[in-house]
């Protein structure tokens, strides 16, 4: 359900809806709009978990800052259901670290503010992304997807502002309140599945990590000296229940969060290619999402044949760089989902994970559809496997090998 804030608007002017946060960029992003376009400004905010803090008081700041209308947009279920865990299915990860929590959330966000506009009979798109980073990208595929005749403004791509200072003396020139200031800090965006930390002491690649950057996890250092152990219930490779007790998708990753945060899980430092060109330093926390991809990886090991398995794993990083890129509406994407969709349908079981000084490590698993056959499987004597049979296998599986060689030497 949405909240709505709203001031006086022109009957005759064009409306323009802002994908909002409530930060710097955006609360100078209206105004603007105001001025050089002379659109009416609508925004929308995304609720994806970033957190009660985040959104307080988010649609007044709106309003203050010249917006007619202001609604925030609760979409943490939708987020989990239909982005995270089709993801987590998947088995994405972005260059071998990158649980993709920004990347993720960027088509719901814009796709809500496309419905949004069409509601309200907007003519006009627009949002805060610079022109350096992944973002614009992402918000422009999911527009060109689903609304392509609505006008796109990027005002970082277009505006003589230049930065962190160029913004503050914009507001307050205009008396627009902000909490923001000049200090170099770090960038973050942060919802449901993570926080990401960009910028300042990470800028140079050769910096150690600052102690205080994390906000969601334990150093691991300082962690418990006890291991904890979770249990997560799966359905057709979905969550469904934390410890046995079932709950919505969005109120499971929020506890996970909390639990494995404490003991210092799902910290990633990585140096990623940007789809844009230039590679960026980011730090991201992913605890709850951490164990849980460590979990179905866990139940596949079980439930899927080989050949299954091996293609599930083949296609997440081309899977991934679509998340990446923000290209979620697209048809080679929602094919691939179809394949990872049928394939999840065996992933039905409980899998344990232990917790201990930043590690998820699966410990205990269990599946209803179980290909592990402890008869087979077992170092002692059997009746089921005739171990002669190896040989016979071995030969034919050799045989190309054997001809190459054999007409090596003539």
Known sequence: MAKRSSSSSSSSAKKVVVAYSGGLDTSA??????????????????????GTEELKGVEKKAIDSGATDCIVADLREEFVQDYCFPMLISGSVYEGKYLLGTSIARPLLAKAQVEYALKIGATALCHGCTGKGNDQVRFESTYAALAPRLEVIAPWRIWDLRGRE??????????????????????????????????????????????????????????????????????????????????????????????????????VDIVENRLVGMKSRGCYETPGGTVLMEALRGLEELALDRETLHYRQAQALKFATLIYNGQWFVPIREAMWASFEQIATKLNGEIVVRLYKGTATTIRRRAKESLFSEAFATFSKDEVYDQKDAGGFIRLFSLPSRIAALQRKG
Do not use: C
């Open 166 to 267: 160029d913004l503050l003396k914009y507001l307050a020139d205009r008396k627009i309140p902000t909490t923001a200031t000049a200090r170099k800090i770090y960038s973050r965006d942060r919802n449901l599945w993570h926080i990401s930390h960009e910028g300042a002491a990470l800028e140079n690649p050769w910096n150690t990590v600052p102690d205080d950057i994390w906000m969601l996890t334990t150093d691991p250092r300082k962690a418990p000296s006890t291991p904890v152990d979770v249990s997560i219930t799966f359905v057709k490779g979905r969550p469904v229940a934390l410890d046995g007790v079932k709950m919505k998708g969005h109120e499971l990753v929020a506890k996970l969060n909390v639990i494995a945060g404490k003991h210092g899980v799902g910290r």
């Open 29 to 50: 992003v209206i105004p603007w709009l105001k001025e050089n376009y002379g659109y009416d400004v609508y925004a929308i905010v995304g609720d994806v978990g970033q």
